[in-house]
């Protein structure tokens, strides 16, 4: 039998060898300190994000038990105009959701107008609801909210009565949007409160910008529409009477109901009252997401 006598490894084969195995252990030490500047900065914005939602209970103080949803004469998608009465509590958001907490949480950014605190844009329901749905669990693992708490989208009572923010009037700043001399779609007394085709254009805004409404809420109106829980429905005639998401016969089960108004609508469309469907499908650059935090 022959014996291969196996060669010894040359000094440049070892120090090749050494320098693979110290890249190696850098770029692993690399991932790991990236990846814990990623935690640290994700546990930063939960923790910001938390402190950034306005307490609403109905029946106290500022807070009216009942208000009056829709319009009287006008739009009839905003008919009939009824009452609403809110039997629970809740918290939402001051703000539009921001791109990076969004990312922070979801891994991606979808949105077409790029910016830490911009809103973000561009995604389904479906999609806003998961992010809801993510970030609950990230807060109560963080211990940032209760295990009783939910993350969610509001209702469209609730995102008209906190629009409305104790008002009866068309906006949550008065009846009109436009100053003397405006010509459409210029509409000066809205611009202090909202982002809409008059003064839109070469903006890429942050969230809060603006004034806020009279209970400090930003971008109520315009900026973008925001989804809400509600399936759409053409009218009132079937609403919920106490906040919830109606369930009444005329619900079309493959879309939802929008508020707000966008940069892209007229000032027409950024009324307290003003209401529009998108397909539980639809994802567009006019389009985000504000959230509520209430109990389960």
């Known amino acids: ?53 306005v307490e609403i209970k109905p029946g106290t103080d500022k807070f009216p038990a009942t208000f009056l949803m829709g319009v009287k004469e006008g739009d009839s998608r905003e008919q009939p105009q009824h009452e609403v009465t809110f039997k629970h509590s809740f918290a939402i958001a001051k703000y539009e959701m921001p791109q990076n907490l969004y990312e922070a949480v979801m891994g991606n950014n979808p949105s077409r107008w790029k910016g830490l605190r911009n809103s973000v844009e561009t995604m389904t329901w479906a999609e806003a609801n998961e992010f809801c749905q993510k970030i609950t669990q990230q807060l109560r693992d963080s211990k940032l909210i209760g295990i009783d708490e939910v993350i969610r989208l509001p209702t469209e009572a609730e995102w008209e009565y906190c629009c409305r923010a104790g008002t009866t009037t068309k906006y949550s700043f008065g009846d009109e949007a436009q100053r003397g001399g405006d010509v459409s779609p210029k509409a000066k007394l809205l611009d202090e409160y909202g982002w809409h085709t008059g003064n839109a254009a070469g903006n890429d805004p942050a969230v809060g910008v603006l004034k806020p409404n009279p209970w400090g809420l930003y971008d109520m109106h315009g900026y973008l529409w925001e989804f809400t829980s509600d399936e759409w429905t053409p009218d009132y005639k079937h609403a919920s009477k106490n906040g919830t998401s109606p369930v009444g016969p005329d619900r079309d089960e493959k879309a939802v109901t929008l508020r707000s108004g966008s940069w892209k609508e007229s000032f ?17 650059d006019a389009i985000g997401l504000r959230c509520v935090k209430a109990k389960q």
């Open 1 to 53: 039998m022959q014996i291969v006598k196996l060669a010894s490894r040359s000094p440049v084969m070892v120090v090749v060898c050494g320098m693979l195995v110290v890249g190696m252990m850098q770029f692993a030490a690399s991932l790991r300190s990236t990846a814990q500047a990623d935690d640290a900065k994700t546990a930063a914005l939960l923790k910001a994000f938390v402190t950034e939602f």
């Open 268 to 284: 027409e469309k950024l009324s307290s009252s003003s209401r529009r469907r998108a397909t539980k499908t639809t994802a567009d």
